[in-house]
């Protein structure tokens, strides 16, 4: 009986000890982070990118958007990673609408020739902030329940698109726009 013991107690040593690592772990990486959604004011965002309607395994919008975030990197274009996702019920199982592209800090006259130029004009539009490591962030459909639920409770209703604002610094703001 004492062996037994004896393994009863480091077994729950050894559950207590990784408990902690893995909590500390969420820790560092922002886990614990409150994510909470914000109204905010209409904005006029012009975004020069592709269109991708594709599987949402397929390797084109990755690379595509790898190519945007080195073009910002490299000071060829001065704006920011966009990706809007659209939400649309024709598509196929397991396919997504993407425009990828960079949302544009200021007018511009040089584009890449295979860049399309979207203009968006927003009412008003619902946002959330996430600076966490993208390993502990919330997944896409519980942040757009937020903004749903959020734009429901000002008397608003969204567009059927969301659009990711991605940083250098990996954080990232997905906004909702109100119709």
């Known amino acids: 009986m004492n062996v037994t013991l004896t393994r009863y107690f480091y077994l729950s040593l050894i559950i207590l000890f990784l408990t902690i690592i893995i909590g500390s772990i969420y820790y560092m990486l922002g886990g614990f982070d409150e994510v909470k959604a914000y109204r905010l004011d209409p904005i006029e965002r012009t975004v020069a990118g592709q269109m991708f309607i594709s599987h ?9 958007g790898t190519r945007c975030r080195e073009m910002i990197a490299n000071k060829d274009i001065d704006g920011t990673l966009t990706i809007i996702t659209f939400h649309n019920d024709t598509l196929p199982k397991n396919h997504i609408a993407r425009f990828i592209g960079i949302s544009l800090a200021a007018e511009m006259s040089e584009i890449p020739e295979s860049f ?15 600076s966490m490591h993208v390993l502990v962030q919330p997944r896409p459909h519980k942040i757009e ?28 703001i997905v906004e909702g726009w109100a119709r």
Request: net charge negative; no cysteine; glycine share 2%.
């Open 56 to 64: 949402y395994t397929d390797q084109a919008p990755i690379d595509f």
């Open 145 to 172: 329940s937020m903004l749903h639920a959020k734009a429901q409770e000002e008397g608003d209703e969204l567009e059927d698109f969301f659009m990711e604002i991605r940083f250098p610094d990996n954080s990232l």
């Open 116 to 130: 399309e130029v979207r203009q968006f004009q927003s009412n008003a539009r619902y946002a959330v902030f996430l």
